[in-house]
C-alpha cells in the first residue's frame, strides 16, 4: 500500500510550538543524498489520516515535499506522541529510493481458528504479532496472514515455516516460535474439586 502525502519545506527560525499552534507537525526526511536532511511540516489533519492506514517501518509512503522540492518513496521511521495530550507532535522519515533492500517491521494476521481450539478445547498463544524482513520497498507487505486451522494441541509454528511472499526475507531467528496450541487451563477451583472428588473416592474405598 502505498499512501501520498503533501507537505512543505518548514521555514528556517520557525518555533515547532508556534508551528503546533497553526495546524502544522514538524517532520524531517532523512536519507535524501546521503546525510542531508530536509526540515518540513504536515498539515495536522494530513497526519491524522496518514496514520489511520501508515504505521512505523511498515507502510511505503509517497511523500511530496512540494517547495524543496522533493518527492519520493519513504517509511516512516519515528513517530513521536505528546505525553500529555496524546497527538503527534514530531515525524521522521527515511527516503528509500536508492538505498536497495529495507528492513522493516511487518504485522502478522492470525486467520481460522485452531481444530486444537475448536475440537480439543485448547487455547492459542500468539507469541509474536510483528516479524521483522528486508524487502524492496516495492514489495513491502502490508500484512503476513498466518493459516492456523490445522494446528492441533501441542503444536507450534515457528518462523521458518511461515509462507512469506515472494521477494521477502526474514530476519532474525528462524527458530522462533511464532504461535502454538497449549492445552486448556483448569481453574484453581477447577483443580480443588477434582481434589475433593478423588479425596472421597479414596475414603469410601
Known sequence: MAITVESQKRLEGSKPRALRRAGLIPANLYGHKGTESIS???????????????????TLIDLNITDAP??????????????????????????????GDTTVEVRLRFVGTAVGVKEEGGFLDTVITELQVSCAPENIPEIIEI???????GDSLRVQELVLPQGVTVLGDTEQVVVSVSQPQISAAAEDEAELETETTSEAT
Do not use: C, M
Request: charged letters at 20%; aromatic letters at 8%; a positive charge.
Open 40 to 58: 518540513f511540516t504536515i498539515d495536522a489533519k494530513t497526519v491524522e489520516r496518514l496514520l489511520k492506514r501508515a504505521s512505523v517501518n511498515n
Open 70 to 99: 522533493w518527492r519520493g518513496n519513504t517509511l516512516l521511521r519515528e513517530l513521536q506522541i505528546h505525553p500529555a495530550k496524546g497527538t503527534p507532535y514530531h515525524l521522521s522519515f527515511f527516503a528509500v529510493a536508492g538505498h
Open 147 to 153: 493459516d492456523v486451522s490445522n494446528l492441533q494441541i
